[in-house]
């Protein structure tokens, strides 16, 4: 009945606000419009919570087992955002909603951010806190960052945040806070501004932990002063699978151990999600917030996730992995207890946001996000009407790919994806392709033949078109029925190829090592050490030298750690 229900729904979208003709140019456009909210008086004060591979299933709105009343209540009231897009991995989302740009425009468009890597969010982009402070915002981060910290330039708090209270990895334990990276490569990782938050750590539940300290900084800060932005990105529900018992005892039905700790994971982050509103309320904001969420990517299914009836999963191109749980909470919508089905995307908030807080953007940014608080508050049509999912020149290389396939515009080796109005586009390898009911979650791996429609890459395509809109599912490939829209799309996709930046994607740095560091992850590149020379060296020889090593790999390998990582 769900699956009808999407089905039905996403195929009546207009073209007014999918854009079939949309082939113009790809530089984003930030509309004019006045802001409705008086800047001198009535600034919103914003929180964006941002949870951690939640599947498009996996909220009670969308059909799941998993119980979710209070983030189904703020969804029935506010603007669900059923054409809502993120990345498929961990930094790649954070990264464009800190910045608003494409990740082909920040370097960071091959996999995540590790933590021994010399890398994180290049400093030159100015991020999302910093443009709220120019505002005049209080700017507050809780939970986990993932956009680097190899040198103390990288920290949330150098990166536009007051504050900043969490996790600076992509997972860890939830209760000890301990990550290890590989065999004698392990820390602690809980921070409060830039040093270990020691003397703050009971060996709390970090979802718990989390929603106390936010709603600390809502009880400290005096909302009629001064507008707050509060970033609150939770671990939750992020593998390790670990969850306080009493949130077990309501999924004693789900026979996969697996699928029934995450229920609990969720059901966890709902009741935090319920706190948080109601600490919003009794402290004088709930009257002029707005409330943003959303999930970083896609369920992960061996992690217990689902994004039925949506195909692929996290870590992939496929809708699976870019798909997201999306919604607007707040009273100040014009509109309430809608659904949009105008087409955004993560890279949206960036201008929206700005914009909502009586902030100046300027054209020098080169954004590839829109202003959509119209279509979001009032049901206008969406000012964006294509996505670049991402373009990777050094993920794996599809056996069969080549530039006759993208009829001599494009490389179809490469792995891509593009959506114009309602066509989506992929190119080289999109990652894991089976379509995974709930019901057949068990104890084997993926690997298993759900359907027998798993896609083998040793001799498959490289090349699919697919109509989203009539097909959300993606099971019927138009690549051959529409040859002249899969060119007019190769074509798009090229020009896009021809603004990315180089790839920035370190090797292992040694000096990482948290036991060099008293056991903490945390910065270790020395300032000094950060010339002009060793940047130039560093972008200059990123790609090559990355390039050689990942051919040396086995496909397995790569595949795994895509998956089990972000």
């Not at 890279?347 to 202003?371: F, H, I, K, R």
């Amino acid at each position: 009945m769900f699956a009808l229900e999407v089905l039905t729904t996403l195929s009546m979208l207009s073209c007014a606000v999918c854009g079939y003709s949309s082939w113009g140019n790809i530089n984003a456009k930030l509309p004019n419009h006045v802001n409705e909210l008086d800047k001198s008086s009535s600034q919103p004060h914003i929180i964006f919570i941002m949870v951690d591979d939640q599947g498009f299933r996996d909220v009670g709105y969308h059909g799941s087992e998993i119980k979710t009343p209070a983030i189904d209540r703020l969804a029935a009231t506010g603007v669900k955002l059923e054409n809502y897009y993120v990345q498929p991995l961990c930094s790649p989302s954070r990264s464009q909603l800190m910045t608003g740009r494409y990740q082909i425009h920040t370097g960071l468009q091959h996999s995540i951010i590790r933590p021994t890597q010399p890398n994180c969010l290049p400093l030159e982009n100015i991020t999302l806190p910093q443009k709220m402070k120019e505002a005049g915002y209080a700017t507050h981060m809780v939970g986990k960052w993932h956009l680097g910290f190899y040198k103390r330039g990288c920290m949330p708090t150098q990166r536009g945040f007051d504050t900043f209270f969490g996790s600076l990895l992509g997972s860890g334990d939830y209760y000890r806070h301990y990550k290890c990276d590989g065999p004698g490569m392990c820390g602690y990782d809980l921070h409060e501004g830039e040093e270990a938050a020691w003397e703050q750590d009971r060996g709390d539940y970090s979802t718990l932990m989390y929603t106390q300290k936010a709603v600390q900084i809502l009880a400290s800060h005096n909302p009629r002063q001064r507008p707050l932005f509060l970033y609150l990105a939770f671990q939750a529900v992020h593998s390790p699978l670990q969850v306080p018992a009493r949130y077990l005892e309501r999924y004693k039905s789900i026979p996969n151990l697996h699928r029934r700790k995450y229920a609990a994971m969720v059901s966890c982050l709902d009741e935090a999600v319920h706190n948080l509103t109601m600490a919003l309320k009794r402290y004088g904001y709930y009257h002029n917030t707005v409330i943003v969420y959303s999930s970083d990517n896609g369920g992960q299914p061996m992690a217990g996730g689902s994004n039925w009836p949506l195909r692929g999963s996290k870590g992939t191109l496929w809708e699976g992995g870019i798909r997201a749980v999306g919604f607007v909470h707040s009273p100040l919508l014009m509109k309430k207890g809608v659904r949009c089905q105008g087409l955004m995307h993560i890279t949206d908030w960036y201008p929206t946001l700005v914009t909502l807080a009586g902030g100046s953007l300027g054209e020098e940014q080169s954004l590839d996000g829109y202003d959509v608080w119209e279509t979001i508050s009032e049901g206008r049509p969406s000012p964006r009407h294509d996505i670049l999912h991402n373009i990777d020149p050094i993920y794996m290389r599809a056996k069969n790919g080549s530039w006759k396939a993208g009829y001599g515009l494009w490389n179809t080796e490469v792995q891509a994806a593009l959506r114009v109005g309602h066509w989506k586009l992929l190119t080289g390898v999109p990652g894991y392709g089976d379509w995974v009911p709930p019901q057949t979650f068990s104890t084997t791996l993926l690997a298993k033949h759900w359907h027998s429609e798993r896609v083998r890459w040793d001799r498959g395509q490289s090349l699919w078109l697919f109509n989203i809109s009539a097909d959300p599912y993606e099971r019927v490939d138009l690549s051959l029925r529409y040859p002249h829209v899969v060119k007019k799309m190769l074509m798009r996709l090229g020009r896009y190829g021809r603004t990315a930046v180089p790839v920035r994607y370190p090797a292992k740095d040694y000096r990482s090592n948290p036991q060099y560091n008293g056991g903490v992850w945390g910065p270790w590149y020395k300032e000094e050490e950060d010339d002009d020379d060793d940047d130039d060296d560093m972008e200059n020889n990123l790609f090559d030298n990355h390039l050689g090593q990942t051919r040396r790999k086995g496909k397995m390998q790569r595949k795994s750690k895509l998956w089990r990582k972000g």
